[in-house]
Structure formats: C-alpha cells, structure tokens
C-alpha cells in the first residue's frame, strides 16, 4: 500500500523521546504563516482539529493532519517527515531538543497514484 505520509529513522527515533516526555502527540502540516512550512507536532490534547483538516496518515503511532487547502497543493506527493539539527517553529515540542521537523516531499509515480485509496477532494 502507498502512504501519502512517512517518516525517516531518525524522526520515528525523537518521536519516542518525544512521547516520553508530552505522552501522545500530533501532527499538523503546517500552511505558512509564523513557521513557515513546517510539520508541527503538538501534544495531542493541546491541539484541536478543524473541520478543513484531513488525517492523512499516522508516522509512529501519531497522526498527521493537513489542512484541506495544503492538501489540494501537495495531493501528487508523498511527504518523508524528517529531522535536522537547529531550532524550527517555536510552538512545536521538538524544539527544546535543538532539533526541528521538516517535510520533504516527492512526486508519486503514475502507478502509485493509481494504488492510492480514494482521498477527499
């Protein structure tokens, strides 16, 4: 089956720490604005879900969302959450680790998209 949402090693890796620290957690593609672009993760009781987010998979155990607009852009890639060194968004709970998240983010094949479950519009 064909994820439209994964995550690298080292991001599955800090979401353990990060869960042992918050417990269960979230999260939001982020659509501009104060950080940018950014996926950002959120104690998942500190963050409420809108009526124009859509689940769009889970990475370790935790749910990504995006907005229905961020997905209408980016519904021809997968997006590979994945970590680098320095800080990010600040409302994001990795960033007291000296690490942030980052979305990179590749074009499905054509066979791909045809494998991909239906999807809201």
């Not at 439209?4 to 501009?32: D, M, N, P, W």
Request: proline share 5%; charged share 25%.
């Amino acid at each position: 089956m064909v994820k439209r949402v994964i995550a690298t090693e080292e991001c599955l890796q800090l979401l353990v720490k990060l869960k042992a620290i918050y417990g269960e957690l979230l999260f939001h593609q982020s659509g501009g604005c104060c950080d940018g672009s950014s996926p950002m993760c959120y104690p998942r009781n500190e963050f409420r879900v809108g009526d124009s987010d859509i689940l769009l998979g889970e990475i370790g155990d935790t749910p990504f969302y995006i907005s229905r607009d961020q997905y209408n852009y980016w519904k021809h890639t997968q997006l590979i959450i994945d970590v680098v060194e320095g800080r990010g968004g600040m409302f994001s709970v990795e960033g007291p680790e000296g690490k942030r998240f980052l979305t990179r983010s590749r074009v499905f094949t054509e066979q791909e998209r045809k494998a991909l479950e239906p999807f809201p519009q």
